[in-house]
């Protein structure tokens, strides 16, 4: 089984002119981003638009997805986002017959279900399955809050390996709590691009799931945090924060500029989202264009 850890950005759904799923495109993308040093990649997170796809083109992406990262050589993460727990258990079946490496799995939170709720379609879709399932905690979206012990509760529940991606603000505390209730034992990831990064790192994560566009920068950075070289990985996460301080001031709006910085890097055809997403306007362009221009010089080719 493989270990799930280090960068493992979000894969962008690719769509063509006509607004279709680019299925070469989303082979092309998971190519790009093992080039540019992803550890793994994650299919249907939230910066992936999976809530605007139908099931039938979910299925049709997973298998080449799986394809593509086994062919670029490296883990494949599969998000199951369905509300109804036995669907979501009949979801982590197929995905991980699909050959899914490992499942995120994002609670139910339409009309707010309880903690004990929650928990018990966590424990419920884990049990299902034999891979690793990443529980994705993030309040920011979905509006439903989880303590910390209610999470840990699913780990001790399952002997599948719960891994967890913390994306509360601030998550630092959570990180802690859940570290402390597992003496240390939980596997814990940062999401949010990674805004958090140098705390989350000291505090004891063992990766981040930003997303695709800036792939080698994360690593550069996440590889310079392993090495102790806290100066070099701070300079280069500043570089990250000025770019994302100004295109993640909502989740459309990031999606948008992950698109097209990919498309600029040659690792999509196509940047268009399905609507309705975010549109930007020339002055919003020129602060984003004068930011990336400094970035740029960080950026492989």
Not at 165 to 182: H, V
Request: glycine fraction near 6%; include cysteine; hydrophobic fraction near 45%.
């Amino acid at each position: 089984m493989k270990t799930i850890h280090g960068v493992c950005p979000i894969i962008p759904c690719p769509f063509d002119a006509s607004g279709r799923v680019d299925l070469a495109d989303l082979e092309r993308v998971i190519h790009w981003m093992a080039r540019h040093g992803a550890h793994a990649a994650t299919l249907f997170g939230i910066a992936g638009e999976y809530y605007k796809l139908t099931d039938a083109e979910r299925i049709q992406m997973v298998p080449v997805a799986v394809a593509a990262a086994r062919a670029a050589g490296i883990p494949l993460i599969v998000s199951v986002t369905d509300h109804a727990t036995n669907i979501a258990v009949e979801r982590a079946k197929q995905w991980q017959d699909l050959g899914a490496d490992c499942l995120m799995l994002l609670p139910p939170h339409f009309l707010k279900p309880s903690a004990a709720q929650l928990v018990a379609h966590m424990t419920t879709v884990a049990r299902a399955v034999t891979i690793p399932v990443m529980v994705q905690y993030a309040p920011e979206q979905t509006g439903v809050a989880i303590p910390p012990d209610a999470l840990w509760s699913v780990a001790q529940d399952c002997s599948t390996e719960i891994i967890y991606k913390i994306e509360n603000r601030p998550p630092g505390p959570t990180i802690s709590r859940l570290l402390a209730l597992s003496g240390g034992k939980a596997r814990l990831f940062m999401g949010n691009a990674a805004f958090q990064m140098m705390e989350s790192h000291a505090r004891g994560c063992v990766g981040l799931m930003p997303g695709a566009s800036m792939t080698d920068v994360y690593r550069r950075a996440w590889d310079a945090l392993l090495a102790g070289n806290r100066a070099e990985a701070l300079r280069l996460h500043n570089l990250l924060l000025m770019v994302l301080n100004h295109i993640r001031q909502d989740v459309e709006q990031i999606i948008h500029f992950e698109k097209r910085i990919l498309r600029r890097r040659g690792a999509l055809q196509a940047d268009g989202c399905r609507l309705p997403c975010y549109a930007s306007d020339p002055f919003f362009d020129q602060i984003f264009e004068e930011l990336y221009a400094v970035l740029a010089g960080e950026l492989a080719a």
